[in-house]
Every structure is written in structure tokens, then in C-alpha cells.
């Protein structure tokens, strides 16, 4: 081509290689921000943690037994209160407090939430305490004191470790808000080995008694959160797990966190300077296996540590990005409980639905009103769209897992029990009609749970979801 007829053939294309030149410059800024968008949005984490074993002897919690009718001889290992504070780009903020004991009462619960919240200004809804549930921590408070034969020096010992505990609680939580800095959050799936169902059958199906059942339901999920800084360095993990510390059984005076303490211990000795937290799940139904006997010690060590493998090799893997906004709700949820049973079956119900019986019959006889529902705690956090938590009060057992993930459709949702307050076992409706030790009811509160709070629970977690 002659050189005059190709500068004639430029003139008249200029606008067209302009129009291409800016359109794709356009789509390449286009990209830029789709891939920014793809990054989580930033969340800021904050760590604390304290020790809580007792400085002295205290009755311990769990089984309410004649050999622990005594106080505690010595430690197996230290039991620790760990807080995690998260805030989003919008300043939303939120406090995860996980604790090595067994149960917080709904009295006791009620005074610690408002120390918290007034001691870090936080909202109720803003602010989730999760129960480890080991069988080898001291009692807390008041409201289970009747239960065990204690001195009055005991008591008043437990009281005011019950006092300095939550002083050291609301510390925990103003000081885990002051570390909040830049984080990277991820979080997998693992499997635990000795989570067992722990509910026995007779051949034609009725209900027996406790004992390892390999063929019951159990949810052996480890979900696994780990957090890093920016420059991926680990500052901690939150794991998981549905099934009851009590590798150590009543026989056992030494303080311990069970097999949950064992494996926070053993994370923290592989990764220095971490911060390993437990958060109890859905093990109102299932036990550990093996547990109790001579070689107890050596066991409960040995599962904290094969759970400490999984949570470890969990977190090698490449793991979900996690990012906000943080949408963090809360909502009390009614119960209904079962119609008040006649005096005479109450008089006559034995092992665990006597508790609840004779304590029925006797609020009968002083002529006071029964309960007709048990006020529930549920907390639900969200992840932007990484990661739902759903944390329900009491002892929830496992079938609430499967429940809950067909009710929201989510496969990205943790679902944990043991949160907000502990007070009595939460069956689901199969559990209800089969009956047994997981029907036992509420302890401190009075009243066994109808088959209907299934349905009640799981429409009010949709409800709060929304
Ligand atoms: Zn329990």
C-alpha cells in the first residue's frame, strides 16, 4: 500500500481504535474491581485470655455424685477463659468468650451478660459466651448449691470465685476489644474419631440406658476458624466439636478442661503464641469413648491430642476465605414445655425425672404455678456470606445439627450448643418420644421439654436467619 492511501485509511479508523483502546481500558478497571470484590471484607480481630483454675480447693461440676461430694485435689491441667472480639468495616463488633467449665445457670448467666455489657458497652446481642461443659471445673454460683451437701465455708468459697470470675470475664472483654487490629480469617471441616452416641436401645426399641452406641447418631464435625494476621501469620484457631467432656469420670477430684482442655493445650505447644479456643457444640447425646476407668488420665490425653491433630491438619489445608459484614442478632425464643404431669405420676418418677418430679410436686403442694414455656436463648452471627454460627442454650443434643442445616440450606453454618446459658438437657422431637436421660428436662428452671420446641427452635433460627 502506497504510504499516502495508509495515512488516508489511519484517518478514518481513529476513532474506532479510540473507542477500542478507552472500552478496553474500561473492562480492565472492570476486573480490577471485580476482583477486589471477590476479596472478604476486612474484619479486625482482638485476643485475651486468663487462667481460671481455682487458687484453692472448690466443688466440682458435673455428675452431683457421692464421690464429688468433696472439694477438688489438685489439677490435671488449668482451665482458661478466652475472648475474641471481631469488628467489620462499619464498626460492628461482637465478643466471643469460650470457657473450660460445665454449666452457667440462667440466674448466673442473667448477672454475668449485664456486667458485660456494662462494663464494654456492648449490646446483649453483641456479646456470646460458649461452655466447654468439661466435667472437672469448679460450680458456678447459687443456683445448683442445693444439690450438693457443701459447708458453708465451701459455698462461700464457690461464691466468690463465681464473683471474681466474672470481674475477670468483663476484663477479658475490654481487653480483647483494645487488641482488635487487621486479620485474615479461613475456616474448614475436619472429623473426630471418639464423638459416640450414647443412647442404648433394648430390641424392641425401647429406651435402655447410657452407654457407647456406635450405630446412634452423633455429628463428629470439627469446624475449624483460624485466624492470621495480614501477613499470615496464625494468632488463633476456633474449633469445634458436639460430644460431652467427660473422659474423666466422678472418681476424678483433679481440676481439668477433659479432653477439650487436652486439645486447646496440645494446639497451643505446636503453634507458640496461638491462641487455641473450644467451642462446645451439639453433644447433649453423645459421649467420649473411651472414658472412666484406671486408664482415664492417660485417655483423655490421648483424645485431646488426636483432636488437636485433626484442628492442625485442618488448618494446613487451603482453607474458605471468611469476611463481613458482620451481622450478629440475638432473640429469646419461648419453649413449650410438657403439660404438667399428674401428682401421682410425679410422685412415682424416678432416676433422672426425679428431679424435675419431686421439684413439680412439691411447687404443686405450695400451690404456685408451673411453667408452660422455658425462655431460650439463640444467637446467630453471620459472615458476610462465608459463615453463619448459630449458637443455641442448653444441652442441645446432635439431632438439632441436621435440622438446622435443612432449615436454612446452608452448608456453610456451624451450629453450636452450650452458649448463652446451660440449664438442662434440649431434645429433639424423636429423643421426646423415645424417651431417657436426654428428657431429664431443665435443673435449675422446672420442666421437661414438649416434642413441639423442636419445631418452635428451628422456626424461630429461620425466623431470626432472615
Ligand atoms: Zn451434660
Known amino acids: 500500500m502506497h504510504w499516502r492511501n495508509l495515512r488516508c485509511v489511519l484517518m478514518a479508523c481513529w476513532p474506532y481504535v479510540l473507542i477500542a483502546l478507552v472500552l478496553h481500558a474500561s473492562l480492565l478497571a472492570r476486573s480490577a474491581r471485580s476482583a477486589e470484590a471477590a476479596e472478604p471484607e476486612a474484619i479486625r480481630v482482638g485476643l485475651a485470655r486468663a487462667c481460671i483454675t481455682p487458687e484453692n480447693p472448690l466443688w466440682l461440676h458435673g455428675y452431683a455424685s457421692p464421690p464429688r461430694f468433696r472439694p477438688s ?57 460458649n461452655l466447654s461443659h468439661t466435667h472437672s471445673g469448679p460450680i458456678i454460683g447459687s443456683s445448683d448449691l442445693d444439690r450438693y451437701p457443701m459447708s458453708e465455708a465451701d459455698r462461700q468459697a464457690t461464691l466468690a470465685y463465681t464473683a471474681r470470675l466474672f470481674d475477670q470475664l468483663s476484663d477479658l472483654a475490654i481487653a480483647a476489644l483494645a487488641d482488635l487490629r487487621p486479620a485474615t480469617l479461613a475456616w474448614g471441616t475436619g472429623k473426630c474419631q471418639f464423638v459416640r452416641n450414647r443412647r442404648l436401645f433394648h430390641a424392641d426399641g425401647r429406651y435402655r440406658g447410657m452407654g457407647p452406641n456406635p450405630a446412634g447418631p452423633v455429628d463428629d464435625r470439627v469446624p475449624v476458624l483460624c485466624i492470621a494476621s495480614p501477613e499470615g501469620a496464625l494468632r488463633a484457631v476456633v474449633f469445634g466439636l458436639s460430644c460431652h467432656p467427660v473422659t474423666l469420670h466422678e472418681d476424678n477430684l483433679k481440676i481439668s478442661g477433659d479432653y477439650a482442655g487436652f486439645a486447646q493445650q496440645a494446639i497451643e505447644v505446636q503453634h507458640p503464641g496461638v491462641q487455641a479456643m473450644f467451642v462446645q457444640g451439639c453433644g447433649a447425646d453423645a459421649n467420649s469413648d473411651p472414658r472412666c476407668g484406671p486408664e482415664q488420665e492417660k485417655n483423655v490425653r490421648l483424645q485431646g491430642e488426636s483432636l488437636a491433630a485433626e484442628v492442625c491438619r485442618v488448618a494446613a489445608q487451603p482453607l474458605a ?110 429423643i421426646v418420644a423415645e424417651g431417657g436421660y436426654e428428657t431429664r428436662g431443665l435443673v435449675a428452671d422446672i420442666g421437661f421439654y414438649s416434642a413441639d420446641a423442636e419445631t418452635t427452635l428451628v422456626n424461630a433460627v429461620i425466623d431470626l436467619a432472615r
Not at 99 to 126: I, M, N, S, W, Y
Not at 342 to 360: D, I, Q
Not at 383 to 403: H, N, Q
Request: proline share 7%.
Open 321 to 430: 476465605p471468611i469476611g463481613g459484614p458482620l451481622d450478629i442478632r440475638f432473640r429469646e425464643v419461648d419453649l413449650p414445655l410438657q403439660p404438667v404431669p399428674s401428682r401421682e405420676e410425679l410422685a412415682h418418677m424416678t432416676g433422672a425425672m426425679e428431679h424435675n418430679g419431686s421439684r413439680m410436686l412439691a411447687a404443686l403442694e405450695r400451690g404456685e404455678p408451673l411453667p408452660t414455656h422455658h425462655r431460650h436463648p439463640v444467637a446467630l452471627w453471620r459472615f458476610g456470606k462465608d459463615l453463619t454460627l448459630v449458637a443455641l442454650s442448653g444441652e442441645v443434643v446432635s439431632g438439632y445439627v441436621p435440622l438446622l442445616h435443612q432449615a436454612l440450606g446452608d452448608d456453610r453454618l456451624w451450629v453450636a450448643g452450650y452458649s448463652n446459658e446451660v440449664d438442662g438437657y434440649l431434645p429433639d422431637a424423636r
Open 73 to 129: 485435689e489438685g489439677k490435671l491441667n488449668d482451665l482458661f477463659a478466652k475472648a475474641l472480639a471481631l469488628e467489620d468495616a462499619q464498626g460492628e463488633r461482637a465478643v466471643l468468650i469460650t470457657l473450660d467449665l460445665c454449666v452457667l445457670r440462667p440466674a448466673e448467666a442473667q448477672a454475668l451478660f449485664e456486667l458485660l455489657c456494662r462494663k464494654t458497652g456492648l449490646e446483649r446481642r453483641q456479646v456470646l459466651v
